[in-house]
Structures are given as structure tokens and as C-alpha cells.
Nanobody, 117 residues
């Protein structure tokens, strides 16, 4: 089992920045891919950014150049630095972790990000 705890959401004006953090605990197995997803009201959940345990990254087109995902494998943490935020970035952001050894995928509880215009 893996528990994911997110922090760092909040209210910010357009053009501002926020940093989301996620700490994983509980598993003695290697955490493979980690990522951030978001769900806005009335919309489907979408991938924002993902990172492998080797450091390869993948971003949604809508956030490229503005968001940066990073991780610390030793601490089992992943972070999302969000710059130049836009109102359309408003959503609940969820941390995700994939543990291939357990054939399991885990989710955090979500953190609200609200960007005002």
C-alpha cells in the first residue's frame, strides 16, 4: 500500500505561481511513474505532468513552458511548480503513483487550485 499526501494548493491571481508537493509513504517497493492530474468542474480528469523514476517527463500541451514536475526518489516525493497560472488552470489537482511491483496505482486526496482573473 502507498499513501499519498498532497499540499500547496490555494488561491492565486492570474500570472502568479504555486508549488504543489506530494509525499508518498507506506511502500517498500520502487515507485515507478509519478504524476499530477487535475479535474475542473464539469470536465474529465486529465494528465497535467508525469515523471518516471529515471527523470523523464511528460506534460500536457496546455501547461508546457509554465509547469515543471520534479521528484526526489530518495524521499519519495514529487512536486509541481506552476508558473504563469491562468484561470483555466483552476481545478482539483491529484497526485498519482504507479507501483509496478504491486500492479497498483495510487491517488492522493486532491488539493484545490483556484486562479482568479
Amino acid at each position: 500500500q502507498v499513501q499519498l499526501v498532497e499540499s500547496g494548493g490555494g488561491l492565486v491571481q492570474a500570472g502568479g505561481s504555486l508549488r504543489l508537493s506530494c509525499a508518498a509513504s507506506g511502500s517498500i517497493f520502487t515507485i515507478n511513474d509519478m504524476g499530477w492530474y487535475r479535474q475542473a468542474p464539469g470536465k474529465e480528469c486529465e494528465l497535467v505532468a508525469a515523471i518516471t523514476n529515471g527523470g523523464s517527463t511528460n506534460y500536457a500541451d496546455s501547461v508546457k513552458g509554465r509547469f515543471t514536475i520534479s521528484r526526489d526518489n530518495a524521499k519519495n516525493t514529487v512536486a509541481l511548480q506552476m508558473n504563469d497560472l491562468k484561470p483555466e488552470d483552476t481545478a482539483v489537482y491529484y497526485c498519482n503513483a504507479d507501483v509496478q511491483a504491486l500492479a497498483a496505482n495510487y491517488w492522493g486526496q486532491g488539493t484545490q487550485v483556484t486562479v482568479s482573473s
